[in-house]
């Protein structure tokens, strides 16, 4: 077995394409494993590859990315064999390799998603647990269940602050984002809704919402971080072609003393360039969030799109049908 280390040089990177097109169910986009491979992130996250050749060619694969700012905290990311070597134990022995690297490392969680059977069976024989109403899966190594990490995890945080948003961020937040939070609609700006009530379809894409916000210069986001790097709730703000501006935002219950902090800053971006209206979509339903927009000067100004909310939870059991939940526009004039 080999390992290395990001970057890596881009005759392995050619090597991991060709892999990788042999692999029908695994085709990762470029724009998400090649600033990755070349060390492009290698400032807010350690990208290590384990990498099995039979006969000098790659039989299999797999990436662990481990945050920097928080390196108790992984991404586990493109496990993978060609189909005539599967079932050979090629798999489970990368997989295994990597954790026990973490472990020694003094990990304290691995966080992946999938939606294939096959590996699904594979995380689960290697200790990996379902999260609820998600593709995600957490291995938590000291043995505890997610459930017990997570609240454990937030309760042990500390004091926060809040700034701007970073790349280093992504690790640190996924405990935030697959927890199960009251609040339906965490942030209407990312189509993020809460496992409590609505189905998690993607993991890593759970974050890549909050880039693409930014990513044409018209958003903004901000994070709560206690002092470890530990990221407890997140906001951002994004300008519309009619010259408003969008904002939203949601934190851990224990730390709801900084959502008026989050927002506030959503907001103030918006003035700082020119937007002559602040306005947020709510779900009806979600009254604590509807009473805290309204306490910073936000009020009810009619209908907005509704929110369908896909978790099992809020159906008829009679149907499999989503629930559809009306929402809110709340605005604010500047």
Same mark, same amino acid.
């Given at each position: 077995m080999d390992k290395y280390e990001a970057p890596i040089a881009e005759e392995l990177v050619r090597e991991l394409v *060709? =892999?990788?097109?042999?692999?029908?169910?695994l085709q990762p986009k470029p724009e998400q494993w090649r600033p $990755?491979?070349?060390g492009l992130e290698q400032t807010h996250q350690r990208t290590i590859i384990y990498v099995l050749r039979r006969d000098g060619k790659i039989a299999g694969m797999c990436q662990l990315s481990v945050s920097r700012r928080l390196p108790a905290l992984a991404e =586990?990311? @493109?496990p993978a064999t060609i189909p005539e070597f599967r079932r050979a134990g090629i798999g489970a022995k990368l997989w295994s390799a990597a954790i026990d690297d973490f472990e020694r490392a003094g990990g304290r969680a691995i966080f992946c998603g999938t939606y294939l059977r096959d590996a699904f069976r594979l995380y689960r024989r290697l200790g @990996? &647990?379902?999260?609820?109403? &998600?593709i995600a899966l957490v291995k938590v190594l000291d043995g505890e269940s997610p459930e017990v990490f997570l609240t454990d995890w937030f309760r042990e945080a500390g004091p926060a602050m809040v700034s701007a948003g970073e790349p280093d961020d992504q690790i640190p937040s996924y405990p935030l984002l697959i927890s199960p939070h009251d609040w339906q609609v965490l942030d209407a700006n990312v189509g993020l809704l809460s496992v409590r009530y609505s189905l998690q379809h993607v993991f890593s894409g759970l974050y890549e919402c909050y880039e693409q916000v930014v990513s044409d210069g018209?958003?903004? $986001? =901000?994070?709560a971080r206690a002092d470890d790097g530990r990221v407890v709730g997140m906001s951002?703000? $994004?300008l519309d072609a009619d010259g408003s501006c969008s904002v939203d935002g949601f934190v851990h219950r224990y730390y709801l003393e900084l959502w008026n902090e989050l927002i506030g800053r959503a907001i103030e971006f918006g003035k700082s360039r020119g937007a002559g209206l602040i306005h947020a979509r709510v779900s009806r339903e979600d009254f604590e969030k509807r009473k805290r927009f309204e306490e910073i000067g936000l009020r009810e100004a009619g209908p907005a799109p509704e929110f369908v909310l896909d978790g099992l939870q809020l159906n008829d059991p009679r149907s499999i049908e989503p629930v559809s939940v009306a929402a809110i $526009?709340? *605005?604010q004039t500047v």
């Open positions: *060709e =892999f990788w097109q042999m692999i029908p169910e $990755r491979l070349l =586990f990311d @493109y @990996y &647990s379902k999260m609820p109403a &998600s018209n958003g903004a $986001r =901000f994070a951002t703000a $994004r $526009r709340m *605005e």
